[in-house]
């Protein structure tokens, strides 16, 4: 398995509930529609964890909005996948439409080496 994070802020002007509605309802509306073109490839997993700014809990300083994670089947899959958003058309449909809800001065990509497991119930 071959999993980046992704690290993003919204768009300013937009409240958290407005960048939850457009990117579950218009962002991967589009996503589906390219991996259903086979203009990306499918991806094993795909979630979007919002940061709530107001709880409690947070420590430190956190300057992002969204921690999106994506799974592919391995590292293939993820460089199918930048290919294709390198495809001019996509990457122009796919920029549009994050540029309406996220602030594109400043996403970071990681790759991450997950482990799982610790900490289960007896």
Do not use: C
């Not at 939850?20 to 094993?44: C, F, G, R, W």
């Not at 994670?69 to 590292?75: I, L």
Request: net charge negative; aromatic share 10%; proline share 3%.
């Amino acid at each position: 398995m071959f999993k980046i994070m992704i690290f993003a802020r919204r768009k300013a002007g937009l409240s958290r509930e407005e960048l939850m509605s457009i990117y579950e309802e218009e962002h991967i509306a589009l996503t589906n529609d390219l991996v259903a073109q086979e203009k990306l490839p499918p991806m094993v997993d795909y979630r979007r964890n919002y940061i709530d700014h107001d709880s409690a809990m947070n420590v430190g300083a956190i300057d992002f909005d969204v921690v999106t994670e994506v799974w592919f089947e391995d590292q293939a899959g993820f460089e199918a996948n930048r290919r294709g958003l390198s495809d001019p058309q996509v990457a122009q449909l796919v920029g549009e439409d994050m540029a309406k809800f996220l602030d594109l001065t400043d996403i970071r990509y990681v790759v991450v080496d997950e482990r799982r497991g610790g900490g289960e119930a007896p």
